[in-house]
C-alpha cells in the first residue's frame, strides 16, 4: 500500500519511532543493490530520512554516485519502505542534526571526525495494510 510522505497514519509513525534497525538500498553500477542494515531517523517537517555514516564508508560513494536509495523497516507483519532522492551531507549543523535523532531513537553514537549523514527526500512510502488497520 502506498501512503503520502506528508500524512503517514499512526501506524506508520508509531514504526518509525520504535528501535529498529533498517536496510539501506542503493544501486550499485553494475545495476545490483548494495544492501546494509543501518538505523534510520524520520523527520516528517523536513521529509527526510537520515542515516549517519561516515566518509569512508561504501553506502557513500554508492548514494553520491546513484543519487537516490531507499530505507525499509520490517517488524513481523509490519514494513514500511521509504524511498526517493538521496544525499550524503558533511554540513556540521545537518550532521549534528541526525546525530541527535539517531541518539534519541536509538542510542547516543561514538564522536567520529569523518561524520556524516545520507538524507533521503521521501518522495514514495510503501507499507504493509497493517499500519493502518486497529491493533
Known amino acids: 500500500m502506498?501512503?503520502?510522505?506528508?500524512?503517514?497514519?499512526?501506524?506508520?509513525?508509531?514504526?518509525?519511532?520504535?528501535?529498529?534497525?533498517?536496510?539501506?538500498?542503493?544501486?550499485?553500477?553494475?545495476?545490483?543493490?548494495?544492501?546494509?542494515?543501518?538505523?534510520?531517523?524520520?523527520?516528517?517537517?523536513?521529509?527526510?530520512?537520515?542515516?549517519?555514516?561516515?566518509?569512508?564508508?561504501?553506502?557513500?560513494?554508492?548514494?553520491?554516485r546513484a543519487g537516490r536509495a531507499s530505507v525499509c523497516h520490517v517488524d513481523g507483519a509490519r514494513w514500511l519502505s521509504l524511498e526517493g532522492t538521496a544525499a550524503v551531507v558533511d554540513d556540521p549543523g545537518r550532521v549534528a542534526e541526525a546525530v541527535r535523532r539517531y541518539?534519541?531513537?536509538?542510542?547516543q553514537p561514538s564522536a567520529r571526525p569523518d561524520r556524516v549523514a545520507i538524507e533521503i527526500r521521501v518522495e514514495r512510502v510503501l507499507g504493509s495494510r497493517s499500519l493502518v488497520a486497529p491493533r
Open 2 to 64: 502506498a501512503y503520502d510522505p506528508a500524512a503517514l497514519p499512526p501506524g506508520a509513525t508509531e514504526l518509525l519511532a520504535e528501535r529498529h534497525l533498517a536496510v539501506l538500498a542503493v544501486v550499485r553500477p553494475d545495476g545490483g543493490l548494495h544492501q546494509a542494515p543501518v538505523g534510520v531517523t524520520w523527520d516528517p517537517d523536513a521529509g527526510l530520512a537520515r542515516v549517519i555514516t561516515w566518509a569512508g564508508a561504501h553506502k557513500v560513494d554508492l548514494v553520491r
Open 103 to 107: 541518539a534519541d531513537r536509538y542510542r
